[in-house]
């Protein structure tokens, strides 16, 4: 993510006027009032992912308006979606007011005029609303709506978020359009929950939005040795041969998926410097391997070496570290 603004690169009276430019220029005109204080303090953080935009900010309390007026000046007709990470975030439009903290999230409309308070921090997601397989007209019945995002197809969309954001160094180039495309389908299918209108998402974006639900589950509960594909299928409400076709669609394999990610989750715990003295058994525990023989065979077979011998790889001991330094 690219930082645009923060607030210690500006003196107290410049930094609000600094901030309205940056989001006049990164989302769209709106007008902005300090609250409480002269001195406005925040950053803002953004990430292109194709035609989605990402954002993470921070601020003081302020007030924020979008008129009619700036509407008839810029239109990207674009949605927002913004999930609250600390702070109370009061949001007007369409007639509607709603009051939203961590653990919901709320939709803006950048065709209708709204107001907000709020103090804290959030994460936003915006694309055009042409992109969407729900028209604008149905958009708005939820626009300014608390909607939950600490369960369901919500907390999916914000899990996303979340690792888009918290990993975004590891991404390439050519990873981004990608990520705006898994965005897009779940942010579809959160509004087609709630309008109740599930039908009207395209069969590949119903695919995607399911391959990251099933992905999102697997990672959640790897370190359960019970995890299995039946209990897999089951949990999302589909057989286990729809779920072998759907990892096959994406190039993947359900089986080798869950082997792979429990056996790199022990592989970085092996490397921790901070684990250095947690068996080794504990730490295949941990990550669904009962049987330590099974572990290990399964570890050699993967990197090449047994985990034992990676550990002393990975971490030499510090006598050995003085010793070559002597």
Known sequence: MERVFDS??????????AWTETARREVMPKTFRAVDSDVFRGWFD?????????????????TTSRTSKSIRVSDPECLQIV???????????NRRSSLVGPGELVLLSSSRPFESYAIGEATLMRFPIALLPVSARRVDQLVACR??????????????????????????????PRLGTIGLDLAAAVLAHHLEREDDIPADSRQRALYARVTSYIQDHLGDPMLSIDGIAGAHHISVRTLHRLFQAHGANVRA????????????????????????RAI??????????????AFRSAYGVAPVDYRHQALPCPRARRTSRE
């Not at 210690?8 to 006027?17: H, I, P, T, Y």
């Not at 369960?151 to 888009?164: A, E, S």
């Not at 295949?284 to 065979?297: E, I, S, V």
């Open 257 to 280: 998926s869950i082997r792979e990610q429990r056996l790199e989750r022990c592989r970085r715990d092996l490397g921790d410097p901070v684990q250095r003295d947690v068996p080794i």
């Open 46 to 62: 953004e990430m292109s992912l194709g035609p989605v935009q990402v954002s993470s900010m921070a601020y003081s309390s302020i």
């Open 284 to 297: 295949a525990a941990r990550w669904g391997y009962l049987r330590p023989a099974d572990f290990t065979r």
């Open 83 to 93: 999930v609250p990470r600390s702070g109370p975030h009061f949001i007007e439009q």
């Open 8 to 17: 210690r690169n500006f003196s107290g009276q410049e930094a609000l006027a």
């Open 147 to 176: 909607l939950p995002a600490d369960k369901g197809i919500g907390q999916l969309l914000v899990d996303y978020l979340t690792r888009v954001t918290d990993n975004h160094t590891c991404y390439t180039p050519a990873d981004m």
